[in-house]
Nanobody, 131 residues
Framework: QVQLVESGGGSVQAGGSLRLSCAAS????????MAWFRQAPGKEREGVAT??????????AYADSVKGRFSISRDSAKNSLYLQMNSLQPEDSAMYYC??????????????????????WGQGTQVTVSS
């Protein structure tokens, strides 16, 4: 049974940092495309960062709004995905979700940022940034 469990959310002041974790079970995460999404109240779910297999390593892509501040990484031994978030701003406040799915054939940097790419989702972890 595929399961994704997020943790690490919380409340911080602007400029602070948080590290989100996503523990995967029921599948080998290193063979899947994975991503972090977020959804604020009244807004659509948006892709934040994606990690995908690229030859013998992993490549990553980020939404423009988080480039230079967020970093996605994996620990294959722990079957886990992480999101390091620095210089957090109030507009980063949202529910953050971990997702996993089969990798598209092409344009992974773009297609992987779409919710429709993924068929496995975690329950989410709340991030709140105060000014």
């Amino acid at each position: 049974q595929v399961q994704l469990v997020e943790s690490g959310g919380g409340s911080v002041q602007a400029g602070g940092s948080l590290r989100l974790s996503c523990a995967a079970s029921g599948f080998i995460a290193s063979t899947y495309c994975m991503a972090w999404f977020r959804q604020a109240p009244g807004k659509e779910r948006e892709g934040v960062a994606t990690s995908f297999p690229d030859r013998i390593t992993f490549s990553a892509a980020y939404a423009d709004s988080v480039k230079g501040r967020f970093s996605i990484s994996r620990d294959s031994a722990k079957n886990s995905l992480y999101l390091q978030m620095n210089s957090l701003q109030p507009e980063d406040s949202a529910m953050y979700y971990c997702a996993a799915g089969s990798c598209p054939e092409t344009r992974r940097e773009i297609v992987n940022m779409l919710p429709s790419t993924y068929n496995h989702w975690g329950q989410g972890t709340q991030v709140t940034v105060s000014s």
